[in-house]
Every structure is written in structure tokens, then in C-alpha cells.
């Protein structure tokens, strides 16, 4: 029963920022890549973007490349996504992942995941 707690989302207007963070409950993640994925509405969940455990690397989805920045602050196991000029296509519910690999981009390399936390975006 690993938690991941989500944070920071909310309702907010198309164009502005928005900063969305993740930290565990009860384990340490240091050592493990983290991922963002969202999910809208009878969509299936996609992918966001990605950072390695160490931080060097990052991988964004074509949808949010150039205007978001995924980054970790391993003194506090917290996995951060910073968007800015955010889109009513934004909208969904944001979940962070975690996985013993390296940023990949599926679900299915994730083995650790929080509940999710709803962001709208209006227009």
C-alpha cells in the first residue's frame, strides 16, 4: 500500500500556470524515475512527462513540450509539473507515478501511483 499524494490541482483559466506536486507516504523514492500522466473524461489515460531518479533527464508529451517542466526535489521525495499557458485540453485528472526505470512513457512501467488530483481548465 504505497501512497503517492497529489497536490495542487484545482480550477483554473486557460493561459495561466499551474504547479502540480507529488510526494510519497511512508517510503522513500530517491532511487525511482517519476512520471506525470493525466486522464480526461472517457479518455485513456496518456502520458506527460517524465524525469529519471537523478534528475538528469526529462521526457514531455508533444502535447505539453515547451510549455511544461516536470522536475524532483529528492530531499523531500517530491516530483513537481510546472505548466504554464495551460489549454481546456489540459483538463483531466493528473496522477504521479512512479517506476524503477527510466522516465519511460507507459503506465505500465510504473509500479506506484497516487489517486490523482482533478485540474480544470475553463475557457
Known amino acids: 500500500q504505497v501512497q503517492l499524494v497529489e497536490s495542487g490541482g484545482g480550477l483554473v483559466q486557460a493561459g495561466d500556470s499551474l504547479k502540480i506536486s507529488c510526494a510519497p507516504e511512508?517510503?522513500?523514492?530517491?532511487?525511482?524515475?517519476r512520471a506525470w500522466f493525466r486522464q480526461a473524461p472517457g479518455k485513456e489515460r496518456e502520458f506527460v512527462a517524465s524525469i529519471t531518479a537523478s534528475g538528469d533527464s526529462t521526457y514531455y508529451a508533444d502535447s505539453v513540450k515547451g510549455r511544461s517542466t516536470i522536475s524532483r526535489d529528492n530531499a523531500k521525495n517530491t516530483v513537481y509539473l510546472q505548466m504554464n499557458s495551460v489549454k481546456p485540453d489540459d483538463t483531466g485528472v493528473y496522477y504521479c507515478?512512479?517506476?524503477?526505470?527510466?522516465?519511460?512513457?507507459?503506465?505500465?512501467?510504473?509500479?506506484?501511483w497516487g489517486q490523482g488530483t482533478q485540474v480544470r481548465v475553463s475557457s
Open positions: 507515478a512512479a517506476g524503477p526505470g527510466a522516465g519511460g512513457t507507459r503506465p505500465i512501467d510504473y509500479p506506484y
Open positions: 511512508g517510503r522513500a523514492f530517491s532511487s525511482l524515475a
